[in-house]
T-cell receptor, first 114, second 110 residues
Framework: NAGVTQTPKFQVLKTGQSMTLQCAQD?????MYWYRQDPGMGLRLIYY???????DKGEVPNGYNVSRLNKREFSLRLESAAPSQTSVYFC?????????????FGQGTRLTVV | AQSVTQPDIHITVSEGASLELRCNYS??????LFWYVQSPGQGLQLLLK??????LVQGIKGFEAEFKRSQSSFNLRKPSVHWSDAAEYFC????????FGAGTTVTVRA
């Protein structure tokens, strides 16, 4: 069972470069999320998509954009990377947002911006 | 606004000893509560969840948690820790969006 798949697993960017983090889930889930994890701060929500065709900002959306390409895929784009965006990024999915369902997480993307 | 506080950043416990991780939450309604575990270099795995009903919840890997509304707490416990329990543990609250605590790192010594 693949679950939630993130690519790439590791990435080094130079300041000002752009990149897209990819996320795909094969569980037919409706809701998808992007989090960033920083030491001592837990996971913070960047953007989420309640269902196909909708996206909304989370706690820390500045510097990021997202695309819900279809029901399976939810990508996160950094248009002009900054050192402050060095982090581990996690994608997650849930069957529905408004029901008592658990979130399933990908393995993470470790991004370093130099 | 919803939030989670995990007061202990790091806990060291001997193998075979009991473990308790604290979690305090702030939530406007009946809380939906979760505990996740993260092994080094891995994603998060759900240990257990509480939505309603019995306030003592059983999870995987021998973990349990108790919901105490009066204390706004959802503490995680395990009676006897194994070396493989060394990991980072996150408490989370929320329905539409999950808010996570900062995490507690557990070290298990032989």
């Amino acid at each position: 069972n693949a679950g939630v798949t993130q690519t790439p697993k590791f990435q080094v960017l130079k300041t000002g470069q752009s990149m897209t983090l990819q996320c795909a889930q094969d569980m037919n889930h409706n809701s998808m999320y992007w989090y960033r994890q920083d030491p001592g701060m837990g996971l913070r929500l960047i953007y989420y998509s309640a269902s196909e065709g909708t996206t909304d900002k989370g706690e820390v959306p500045n510097g990021y954009n997202v695309s819900r390409l279809n029901k399976r895929e939810f990508s996160l784009r950094l248009e002009s990377a900054a050192p402050s965006q060095t982090s581990v990024y996690f994608c997650a999915s849930r069957l529905y947002m408004d029901m008592n369902t658990e979130a399933f997480f990908g393995q993470g993307t470790r991004l370093t911006v130099v | 606004a919803q939030s989670v506080t995990q007061p202990d950043i790091h806990i060291t416990v001997s193998e075979g000893a009991s473990l308790e991780l604290r979690c305090n939450y702030s939530y406007g309604a009946t809380p939906y509560l979760f505990w996740y575990v993260q092994s080094p270099g891995q994603g998060l795995q759900l240990l257990l969840k509480y939505f309603s009903g019995d306030t003592l919840v059983q999870g995987i890997k021998g973990f349990e948690a108790e919901f105490k509304r009066s204390q706004s707490s959802f503490n995680l416990r395990k009676p006897s820790v194994h070396w493989s329990d060394a990991a980072e543990y996150f408490c989370a609250v929320g329905l539409f969006k999950l808010s996570f605590g900062a995490g507690t790192t557990v070290t298990v010594r032989a």
